[in-house]
C-alpha cells in the first residue's frame, strides 16, 4: 500500500536541498560588489546542512581513504558540498596521498631551520609557498604549522616545529598560518595537545599542571586561534590528565571552541580517534582518514540518542563554514605549474637565515675561492641531500642537490682544488684531509615520525671520524645536517661548525654559499643544545618517555633554557645563541615608561649597529625577570626583532611587550593574572648574554 506520508516527507526533504543548491549557485554568480553581498559563510554553511538526511550527514563526518587516496572527504555534488582533500605540510607540500605519491613541492628548510630564523617575516614566506603550492597542486587543507613544544630533544619530530619557547613558537606559527590561509587554503595547527614525544604516542598519558600547561605548552595554540583565526585543529594521539586528546571535553570544547572562540573545527590525527561518543561529545568534528567510528558505529549513537543530532550539524557547519571562507565551495581545483626556480630562491634565503654559526676560530669561515686551495669534502652527508625527516612531514623534491655536487658548480674554474673522499672511513679520511689545505666534513642525523632518538651523539660513528679528521688537519670544519640538537664531543678540536639543520631541496647550494661567504650564516638556536645526556629536565623514567602509561611533567615552567638558568647547567649552545661573519653592538636601552598599571602598553627600544665589515642580520632577544612572589622561571623570552644591516649600519628598534608578557596562570582564578611588583628587563643576543638591563615597576 502506498504511504502519502512518505511522499510528503520527500518532498519537505527535496525542497531545502535545492533551496540549497540554488543559493549556492546565485552566491557563486553574484558580482563583486559589497553592497550586493550574499549571505555569511555561516548562513551559508548551516542551509547545506540543513538541506541534508541524516545519513548524509553522517557521511560527512569522517574520511573516505581509498586506496588511492588517503587523506580526502568525499564531497555531495548534488548538494554544493566539494571534496576535502587534506595534504600533510609542516615543511612543505608532502605527498601523502598515493594520487600525489609522485608530485613534486619545493622541499623546504625543516621547520626548526625556520624557528632559527626568529623571523615572522621569513615564517610568512615560507607560508607563501606552502599556500602557492597547495592550491597549484589542486589540494584545499594544508596539515600545518607543527606548534609542539621541544621539550625534550630526542624527540623524532622535533625538527617539525618551532623548538622550546613559547613566544618564539606563537609569532612565527601566527604569521605561517596568515600566509597559508591568504592563499585560500585551510590551515591545521597541531598537534593538540602536549604531544611531545613519539615513544609511546598512541597511549601514552600527559600528567601536567595547568599553569605549566596554559603557559608552555597552549600558548602557541592559542595564539593560532585566536589571532591567525586558524580554520582548523588536529587533535593528538596522547591523553592529557586522563582523557585522550580527541576524546577530551576540557581541551576541545571548554578551552579550544568556548574559552578561545575557536569557529572553525577539530580534524583527529590519524587513527588516534578511540572512541565514538566520547569523541563526538567532547568536540571532535572530523575522524581522518576512515569511518572506523565516526561511520555507522555514530549513526546509530545517533538514532539511540546518544550523540544528539545538533552535535552532528555543529560538525558540519563549523567545517562547511571555513571552506566557505576560503571559497572552497564556488571554485574547482586547478593544477597548475609550480615556480620552482622562483621558490627555490626564497628557500635558500630562508636557509641562509636560519643556518646557526656555532663556531668560526681565528675567523676562518668564509673561505676565499681566490686563493689556492685543496679541499677535502669528507663524510656521509656530503653527496647526499638532507631535504627533510622522514614521516609524514617528507616531501618529494622539485629541486635537489647535495653539498659535493653544488661545491663543484660553485668552484669550477676557481683556485680551489676539491678532493672528493667521501664514502671514506675514519682512517681513510684522516689520511686524506691531512693532505688538504682546509677539510670539510658533513655529518647528519636521520630522524623521523614515529621513533625518539635512542642519544644525542650523531649515530655510525660520525664523533669518531670527525675526531679522526680534526687530528689530521686543525683547519677543519663541520656542518651538521641534523632535526634537533645533538652532542659535539670534538667541538673544541675544529676550527669552524655550522649547524645547517635540513636545508631542504637546496641544501648544496645553501651550504657553498654560507660557506665561501656568497651569504652570511644568520640563525639563532631556537633550541638548547645539551653538553651531555644528562642534561636539562625530564630525564627520569617517569619524566621520560613515561611509567605505567603515563609521563609526569614534573618540570612544570622549567622546559628548555628555563632549566638551564634555574639549575645552573652550562649547555653546550644556549638558546638564542648564533655567530655571524659581522659583529654588532647593541645599547641604549630605554622602556616607554618605567611604571606601569597592568594592562597598560610598553615598549622597548634599544639600537644595534653593525661594526664589521660585512653586511649581516642580528636578532635582538628581550627577556623579562619576574618578581620572586611571581613563582616564574628566572627569565623568559617576550620579544624580539631580527635586524638586517649593511657594514656600519645602525638601527633604533622599537618591540612592544603584550599583555601576556607580564602575565602568568593563576589557578585561583583560573585566568591570567599580573602580578605587583620589580621586573627586570633584559636585552641581548642570547639566553645567557643579556647585558642590557633595566627595571620596571608594576602597579
Known amino acids: 500500500m502506498h504511504d502519502s506520508s512518505n511522499d510528503s516527507r520527500a518532498r519537505r526533504a527535496v ?56 587523506r580526502l572527504v568525499i564531497g555531495i555534488p548534488e548538494l554544493g558540498i566539494p571534496d576535502l582533500t587534506v ?20 622541499a623546504l628548510p625543516s621547520p626548526l631551520l625556520l624557528a632559527s630564523t626568529f623571523s615572522p617575516e621569513m615564517a610568512s614566506r615560507y607560508g607563501d609557498i606552502q599556500g602557492s603550492e597547495m592550491r597549484a597542486i589542486g589540494r584545499n587543507l594544508l596539515e600545518a604549522p607543527d606548534v609542539d613544544i621541544a621539550r625534550v630533544p630526542i624527540n623524532g619530530r622535533t625538527f617539525e616545529a618551532y623548538g622550546e619557547d613559547p613566544h618564539l613558537v606563537s609569532r612565527l606559527g601566527v604569521a605561517n598560518i596568515e600566509a597559508i590561509q591568504s592563499h585560500d587554503i585551510v590551515a591545521m595547527v597541531k598537534h593538540y595537545a602536549a604531544n611531545n614525544q613519539e615513544e609511546q604516542r598512541a597511549s601514552i598519558d600527559v600528567q601536567i599542571s595547568e599553569r605549566a600547561l596554559r603557559e608552555i605548552h597552549l600558548t602557541p595554540f592559542e595564539a593560532a586561534v585566536r589571532e591567525a583565526e586558524v580554520a582548523s585543529v588536529m587533535c593528538s594521539y596522547n591523553s592529557v590528565g586522563g582523557a585522550f586528546s580527541c576524546e577530551n571535553p576540557r581541551l576541545l570544547t571548554e578551552i579550544l571552541k568556548r574559552e578561545w572562540g575557536f569557529r572553525g573545527f577539530v580534524q583527529s590525527d590519524f587513527f588516534a580517534m578511540k572512541s565514538t561518543v566520547a569523541s ?3 568536540g571532535t568534528d572530523l575522524e581522518m582518514p576512515g569511518p572506523r567510528y565516526f561511520g555507522e558505529d555514530l549513526l546509530e549513537a545517533v538514532r539511540a540518542g546518544e550523540v544528539s543530532e545538533d552535535r552532528i550539524d555543529d560538525m558540519l557547519v563549523r567545517r562547511f563554514r ?16 609550480i615556480p620552482a626556480e622562483e621558490n627555490a630562491v626564497v628557500a635558500r634565503e630562508i636557509g641562509f637565515a636560519g643556518s646557526v654559526l656555532l663556531r668560526n676560530q681565528n675567523g676562518i669561515l668564509p673561505l676565499d675561492d681566490s686563493l689556492p686551495m685543496r679541499l677535502a669534502v669528507l663524510g656521509p652527508w656530503a653527496d647526499q641531500v638532507a631535504s627533510g625527516g622522514g614521516g609524514s612531514s617528507m616531501v618529494n623534491p622539485i629541486r635537489a642537490i647535495s653539498p659535493l655536487a653544488a661545491l663543484r658548480e660553485r668552484l669550477d674554474g676557481s683556485a680551489v682544488e676539491i678532493v672528493d673522499g667521501t664514502g671514506l672511513d675514519a ?10 689545505d682546509v677539510a670539510l666534513v658533513v655529518v647528519g642525523s636521520f630522524e623521523t615520525e614515529g621513533a625518539d632518538r635512542t642519544t644525542l651523539s650523531l649515530p655510525d660513528d660520525q664523533d669518531a671520524l670527525v675526531a679522526a679528521i680534526a ?42 654559499a654560507l660557506l665561501f661567504g656568497d651569504a652570511n650564516p644568520s640563525g639563532k638556536l631556537p633550541i638548547t643544545f645539551p653538553a651531555s645526556e644528562d642534561q636539562g629536565p625530564a630525564k627520569t623514567p617517569a619524566q621520560y618517555p613515561g611509567v605505567d602509561g603515563r609521563v609526569f611533567y614534573d618540570e612544570g615552567l622549567l622546559v628548555g633554557y628555563r632549566w638551564y638558568d634555574a639549575s645552573g647547567e652550562v649547555p653546550l649552545f644556549p638558546f638564542g645563541y648564533g655567530l655571524s661573519y659581522t659583529t654588532f653592538e647593541i645599547g641604549s636601552l630605554s622602556l616607554s615608561r618605567d611604571r606601569i598599571v597592568a594592562g597598560d602598553e610598553l615598549a622597548v627600544e634599544v639600537t644595534v649597529e653593525n661594526t664589521g665589515s660585512r653586511r649581516g642580520a642580528e636578532v635582538v632577544q628581550v627577556y623579562v625577570a619576574f618578581p620572586p612572589e611571581a613563582g616564574e622561571p628566572p627569565k623568559q623570552l617576550k620579544a624580539f ?24 596562570w593563576d589557578d585561583d582564578s583560573a585566568g591570567w593574572l599580573v602580578v605587583p611588583g620589580t621586573y627586570e628587563i633584559l636585552v641581548g643576543n ?10 620596571l615597576r608594576v602597579e
Not at 87 to 106: D, H, K, Q, W, Y
Request: proline fraction near 9%; glycine fraction near 8%; charged fraction near 25%.
Open 427 to 436: 682512517v681513510e679520511s684522516a689520511r686524506v684531509a691531512a693532505q688538504a
Open 322 to 337: 571555513e571552506m566557505i571562507r576560503f571559497g572552497l565551495f564556488d571554485r574547482a581545483p586547478e593544477v597548475t605549474p
Open 15 to 70: 525542497l531545502p536541498r535545492c533551496l540549497a543548491v540554488l543559493l549556492l549557485l546565485v552566491v557563486a554568480c553574484g558580482d563583486d560588489d559589497d553592497s550586493a553581498a550574499g549571505p555569511t559563510p555561516d548562513e551559508r554553511a548551516r542551509e547545506v546542512v540543513a538541506s541534508m538526511t541524516l545519513e548524509q550527514k553522517i557521511a560527512q563526518t569522517h574520511g573516505d581513504a581509498p586506496p588511492e587516496d588517503f
Open 471 to 512: 687530528r689530521a688537519n686543525p683547519r677543519t670544519l663541520v656542518v651538521v645536517h641534523a632535526g634537533s640538537p645533538v652532542l659535539m664531543p670534538w667541538v673544541d678540536d675544529v676550527a669552524a661548525v655550522i649547524e645547517g639543520w635540513y636545508p631542504g631541496g637546496e641544501d648544496g647550494y645553501i651550504t657553498a
Open 87 to 106: 595534504t600533510n605540510g609542516p615543511a612543505g607540500v608532502g605527498p601523502g596521498p598515493e594520487v600525489l605519491s609522485n608530485v613534486p613541492a619545493t
Open 686 to 695: 642570547s639566553s645567557v648574554d643579556t647585558p642590557l638591563t633595566t627595571t
Open 641 to 664: 626583532e631580527r635586524v638586517d644591516l649593511a657594514a656600519g649600519e645602525s638601527r633604533r628598534v622599537r618591540m612592544e611587550l603584550d599583555d601576556r608578557a607580564l602575565a602568568i
Open 280 to 282: 563526538a561529545n567532547a
